[in-house]
Every structure is written in structure tokens, then in C-alpha cells.
């Protein structure tokens, strides 16, 4: 039986064109904002923000298309940055001067014309930047292959799903927070949760991360693990930025080497429009998201423990 009832067309797509050259086919402070309500979507009447977005769109979409189309760049991390930086091109880019990055849907008399992605961008440090913009078009990514108001999987929900409710412009959905905790399926919340905390256990034991790294990567895990309905292909991908920029590849680091082969997954489920998480018997410990982090990787004291 068929619960959801979507207003929108789940391939939307805008008539902008795009020049930069394509090759493959296709946060906290930081964290993506997909449980606000609708009246905290700040208004778009302003004529500046749009010609920041432009500017903004500019260096930091083309940024993301010299990943995608260097041929050194690892596949999966190429895949995904042509991904996103199509989808890009037919997004709203913001770049915020603080506060907390979202992407959303905006309508015109309740149908669906553009999502709108605010980000970080006046972050000087193009790693985190780029990371967030990645957090970012990844929500929008997420909405335009699976079109299940920003939820990560297409397991069938166990209870009907409202019909979406506009405010009174009809340009903001005022019931997606209720829509989404509607489509959440527990097995598959904890699925993903065992996952990202099998990528927190190795963060903990990477040597190639510094103190400071390994906390920002093992927090940005527990928020997905809070949020695993709408957070996990966008940690997953944010995280796949960070090493890559940091120099971090998986034939030295076991996490580079089970983040690669997640986010591979997860992109392949994405372009094919589908993805039904199994059920685990495992349960998450959350211990590896409370446990302390040291000068040096939780590893290296096994060894000298050892020895």
C-alpha cells in the first residue's frame, strides 16, 4: 500500500544551464537545520543575497567540479562531487555569515519549483567550506532522487503520511517535521546507526587524524546517529570531504577505506532512486560517542599496552 502523498516532482529541475565542464554521471554550527519550523525560513526579498549566492555559487560549485573532474581524485569521492555539484546548478545556493546551515523546499502556490541550500560560505577554510556545501547538497540530493521530504531511505513507512499542509503564501510546507517522523522505520534507524558507529570506532584508532580531527569527525557521527532518518548520506559525504582535503586516502587509513565504500553504496542506492535498509540484529553501544579523545589515536595505547 502506497502511504506517501508528494506534491512535488521528485526530478525537478530548474532551466538554469550550466558552463562548467562534466565528466561523470551524474551541520552543529555546522549542521544542517531540517527540523526547523517553517516560520524560522528567513524571507528572500532582498536583492543582495542573491548576487552573493551568485558570486558564492561560482568559486565554490566550480571547486567541487575540479574534484570531480580530476582524474587523481579517488572514484567515489569523483562521483560524488559531480553529483552534487549537478545538483548544484539547479539549487538556491545562501552562503551565510553565521549561524546554522539548512537546505529547504520553496513553492509557488504549493508546487514544487526549487529547494534553496543556505551554507557556510564565509567559512575561510575551504575544508570545512566545502564540507558544509557538501552537507548541504547532499539534503538536496537526497530529496530529489528518493522525494521523501528529505528522509534517507524508501523502506515503507508503518504509519500514513499526512498530506502536505502550506503555510499561507504556500510557499513554505509547514507539517515536513511531522511528515518526516511519520516515514521514520526504527529497524532501519538503527541499521544505520550500527553503521556510523562501526566509522566512530575506527576514527577513534586513526592515526592519520589529529586530536582535533578525530573529535570533529566522531561529532559529526553522533549527529547522524541522532538524526539517522535524514542525516546519514550527509555526514557521510561531509566526512568524505574533510579526509579528502586533509590528505587523508584509503590505502593508509581504514576508516578512508569504509567511509569510500559506504558513501559508494549510498550513491549508488541514490542514483538508482532506491534504498531499503535491512534490519540488524546488532544495537549500537553509543560508547565510541562519549569516550574520550587523546593526543594520541586509542590504537596506538592498545599497542604500547601490548608490548
Known amino acids: 500500500m502506497e502511504y506517501e502523498d508528494l506534491s512535488e516532482n521528485r526530478r525537478a529541475r530548474s532551466n538554469s544551464s550550466s558552463t562548467q565542464p562534466l565528466q561523470a554521471s551524474r551541520d552543529r554550527s555546522s549542521s544542517s537545520n531540517r527540523r526547523q519550523n517553517v516560520s524560522n525560513y528567513p524571507a528572500s526579498s532582498s536583492t543582495a543575497p542573491v548576487q552573493q549566492t551568485q558570486s558564492a555559487q561560482n568559486a565554490d560549485l566550480a571547486r567541487m567540479g575540479d574534484h570531480a573532474n580530476n582524474t587523481t581524485t579517488p572514484q567515489p569521492m569523483r562521483n560524488i562531487m559531480q553529483e552534487l555539484y549537478e545538483v548544484g546548478t539547479r539549487t538556491a545556493l545562501y552562503p551565510n555569515s553565521g549561524g546554522a546551515a539548512y537546505t529547504s523546499r520553496r513553492y509557488r502556490d504549493g508546487n514544487f519549483p526549487q529547494q534553496e541550500s543556505h551554507y557556510q560560505g564565509h567559512l575561510p577554510d575551504e575544508a570545512k567550506r566545502l564540507g558544509n556545501l557538501t552537507h548541504e547538497l547532499t539534503h538536496a540530493s537526497v530529496q530529489e532522487h528518493f522525494s521523501k521530504d528529505y528522509v534517507n531511505y524508501t523502506n515503507s513507512p508503518r504509519v500514513l503520511v499526512d498530506a502536505p499542509a502550506f503555510n499561507q503564501s504556500r510557499e513554505r510546507m509547514e507539517n515536513?517535521?511531522?511528515?518526516?517522523?511519520?516515514?521514520?522505520?526504527?529497524?532501519?534507524?538503527?541499521?544505520?546507526?550500527?553503521?556510523?558507529?562501526?566509522?566512530?570506532?575506527?576514527?577513534?584508532?586513526?592515526?592519520?587524524?589529529?586530536?582535533?580531527?578525530?573529535?570533529?569527525?566522531?561529532?559529526?557521527?553522533?549527529?547522524?546517529?541522532?538524526?539517522?532518518?535524514?542525516?546519514?548520506?550527509?555526514?557521510?559525504?561531509?566526512?568524505?570531504?574533510?579526509?579528502?582535503?586533509?590528505?587523508?586516502?584509503?590505502?593508509?587509513?581504514?576508516?578512508?577505506?569504509?567511509?569510500?565504500?559506504?558513501?559508494?553504496?549510498?550513491?549508488?542506492?541514490?542514483?538508482?532512486?532506491?534504498?531499503?535498509?535491512?534490519?540488524?540484529?546488532?544495537?549500537?553501544?553509543?560508547?565510541?560517542?562519549?569516550?574520550?579523545?587523546?593526543?594520541?589515536?586509542?590504537?596506538?595505547?592498545?599497542?604500547?599496552?601490548?608490548?
Open 176 to 307: 515536513e517535521l511531522v511528515r518526516q517522523n511519520q516515514q521514520r522505520v526504527p529497524s532501519a534507524d538503527n541499521a544505520i546507526r550500527v553503521k556510523l558507529e562501526k566509522l566512530q570506532e575506527l576514527t577513534l584508532k586513526d592515526k592519520h587524524l589529529t586530536k582535533e580531527q578525530r573529535t570533529e569527525v566522531r561529532d559529526k557521527l553522533t549527529y547522524g546517529l541522532q538524526n539517522p532518518h535524514i542525516e546519514f548520506d550527509t555526514v557521510i559525504n561531509q566526512i568524505l570531504s574533510w579526509l579528502h582535503s586533509w590528505g587523508v586516502r584509503s590505502g593508509a587509513s581504514k576508516l578512508m577505506k569504509e567511509l569510500e565504500s559506504v558513501a559508494a553504496k549510498n550513491y549508488t542506492e541514490r542514483m538508482a532512486g532506491n534504498r531499503i535498509v535491512p534490519p540488524t540484529n546488532k544495537q549500537p553501544t553509543l560508547k565510541p560517542s562519549t569516550k574520550t579523545i587523546g593526543e594520541k589515536p586509542s590504537s596506538w595505547k592498545d599497542v604500547f599496552r601490548r608490548s
